[in-house]
């Protein structure tokens, strides 16, 4: 029997009711199976030393009912050995017979041959309880209404059989009957009730299990840390991110740890402290230094658990989020609203500046004055920077569609390298700054020239622009890196950056310099990204007048056009 289920479950009936089939015949029933079974078994043993019992001591001397009682000793032991647990079914069939209709049977010819001397009636109860628990309401009252009939039957048999009170042997029969048949009644309202009450139980704890398990993905896979603490600082559970900000992610999800143990936690076990101490939310910034890393400043906000009947135990939940992510989503957000802004701006703002760069040509042809000729000098100067901040602003638009353009030509990287550093060391009269050192062999990458001059050019830029003004202080290198991958690096012997430039270094519109639009090494960025290719920064030493020198160098990783076939024909095999 399925109950109703009293409320409908979010987690949905067809991720719950799979598992309720196995709850149809649960391991209750089985124990009540065989709790009958042995209780039939061992009453079937006492009615037989009670009867071998009577015989040895002569006081009768019919063995017959010692025969009764073997073989319902023997019947029953049988059924407990080699059946398995089964519901009776909803008519008198084979299994009912075998038990129920044999201890009737058994209990009736026992009654029938001991005659008034030892009433069995009561030993009825064992059946009757049997087809209530173990079978359906109708097979209950079937079989209290033939333990009635055989009730009534054998009143009628003493009434033959002598003289006596027949209606005091009536009488018995029918408030026998009407006992079972209310011991089947309730018994078989208690069993209904009880099978209702462990169905919802198992459907309880699976739709618990179900939960567990969702809140524990959802926890694993939130960006937010997340600590659960008790009041003695002890962790008892932390998620991966939590993890990761305090500079252990090593440490196994179960394993629980204590605040106090480290220095670098004390903010957070200060925090916590207070939490139960105010019991109320408390946020914070808290300042931690997770161990050989620095400072990481963390957004911190407590909620402490309800307090549960019988545990007066509660346990602080703290949620833990990088401010510095924080910032890069609020960057991220303001990014991606001005670059569309600046590129509408930037459409706006190119045909005035043609007009302004024109008419400052015609206006200098006519005039004589060197003053004057200065002043559009000054014109035309400041019109190129400000096409060149346009020109960058669309070309960011355009970058983006990259992944949507045809594929790139096989590149020969040495011939394209050296080609773009000396058409850009004769634009800029930086021969004596400039070194170049290509690879061996042939290096073929899978690159636009164009946009691979874009990128090249733009980091010998930038490492002029900070670079000093001695011999091979810019150097270019084209190498191997791994069997699949070659690089090409633009080392200079510039300055090292701050911690907080380095951290942006390839974000849109973000740089040091005011002169600059900030989207020189977005652009390049996105540029290898669309080609396969990957770019880097880091602090490098090189050989410069025969000294080690330190300094900052762009690496840009480039497949191979072998690794980017071999990749092609991977994906067609696929």
Same mark, same amino acid.
């Given at each position: ?17 799979? #598992?309720? @089939? ?18 039939? =078994? ?135 009957? =009407? ?44 960006? @937010? ?12 559970? !932390? ?108 459409? @706006? ?161 973000? #740089? #040091?310099?005011?002169?600059? #639009? ?10 290898? @990204? ?32 072998? !690794? ?11």
């Amino acid at each position: 029997m399925k109950p109703p289920l009293d409320a409908p479950s979010w987690f949905g009936p067809s991720l719950l009711e799979p #598992s309720l @089939e196995q709850v149809d015949r649960p391991e209750e029933f089985e124990r009540l199976w065989r709790g009958f079974m042995t209780a039939r =078994a061992t009453l079937g043993a006492v009615l037989l030393l009670l009867q071998g019992s009577i015989l040895l001591l002569g006081t009768a001397q019919d063995s017959t009912l010692l025969l009764i009682c073997g073989g319902y000793f023997f019947a029953a032991l049988a059924v407990r050995l080699m059946a398995r647990p089964r519901q009776l079914g909803r008519t008198f069939d084979l299994q009912w017979l075998s038990t129920i209709g044999v201890d009737m049977l058994a209990f009736s010819a026992l009654q029938l041959v001991q005659g008034s001397s030892i009433n069995y009636a009561p030993l009825f109860a064992l059946p009757i309880l049997m087809a209530s628990i173990l079978g359906s309401l109708l097979v209950a009252m079937g079989t209290a209404a033939g333990m009635t009939l055989l009730l009534f039957a054998y009143a009628t048999w003493m009434s033959i059989q002598g003289p006596g009170d027949v209606t005091a042997h009536f009488l018995q029969a029918a408030l026998t009957g =009407a006992g079972c048949f209310a011991i089947s009644f309730l018994a078989s309202q208690i069993a209904t009730r009880l099978v209702n009450v462990e169905l919802r139980a198992h459907r309880s704890q699976l739709a618990a299990r179900v939960q567990r398990r969702v809140n524990e993905l959802v926890i694993e896979s939130l960006t @937010e840390g997340i600590l659960v603490v008790d009041p003695r600082g002890i962790v008892r559970a !932390a998620n991966p991110a939590a993890r990761q900000l305090m500079g252990f992610g090593g440490v196994a999800r179960n394993n629980s740890f204590n605040l106090g143990a480290m220095v670098e936690w004390q903010g957070l076990l200060d925090l916590m402290q207070r939490s139960f101490s105010g019991n109320a939310v408390q946020p914070a910034d808290v300042t931690i230094h997770p161990a050989g890393q620095g400072p990481r400043h963390i957004q911190v906000r407590t909620q402490l658990t309800a307090a549960q009947a019988g545990d007066d135990e509660q346990l602080c939940v703290m949620f833990l989020q990088d401010q510095r992510e924080m910032q890069a989503r609020i960057r991220t957000e303001r990014l991606a609203s001005m670059g569309r802004m600046s590129t509408a701006v930037a459409h @706006e703002i190119r045909n005035p500046l043609a007009a302004i760069a024109q008419a400052n040509a015609l206006l200098d042809e006519e005039l004589v004055d060197p003053k004057h000729k200065q002043l559009t000098r000054m014109v035309e100067q400041n019109a190129k920077r400000l096409d060149k901040i346009v020109e960058d602003v669309l070309n960011v638009s355009r970058v983006q569609r990259l992944q949507a353009g045809p594929a790139a030509a096989a590149l020969d990287l040495n011939e394209s390298v050296e080609r773009i550093c000396r058409d850009w060391q004769s634009q800029t009269a930086s021969e004596h700054q400039l070194s170049v050192e290509l690879s061996a062999g042939l290096v073929e990458v899978t690159f636009e020239s164009e946009h691979l001059r874009r990128v090249l050019v733009n980091l010998l830029d930038n490492a002029r622009r900070y670079a000093s003004h001695q011999l091979n202080t810019i150097q270019v290198q084209v190498g191997p890196s791994t069997p699949e991958h070659c690089a090409l690096s633009v080392w200079s012997d510039g300055q090292p950056m701050d911690q907080s430039v380095e951290r942006h270094l390839f974000e849109p519109f973000f #740089s #040091s310099d005011s002169r600059s #639009s900030g989207l020189g090494l977005y652009i390049c960025r996105e540029l290898c @990204e669309g080609h396969g290719a990957a770019i880097g920064y880091s602090r490098a030493r090189r050989n410069m007048a025969g000294k080690p020198v330190d300094g900052n160098e762009f690496r840009v990783t480039l497949r191979t056009r072998f !690794a980017t076939r071999n990749s092609q024909s991977a994906v067609h095999h696929t």
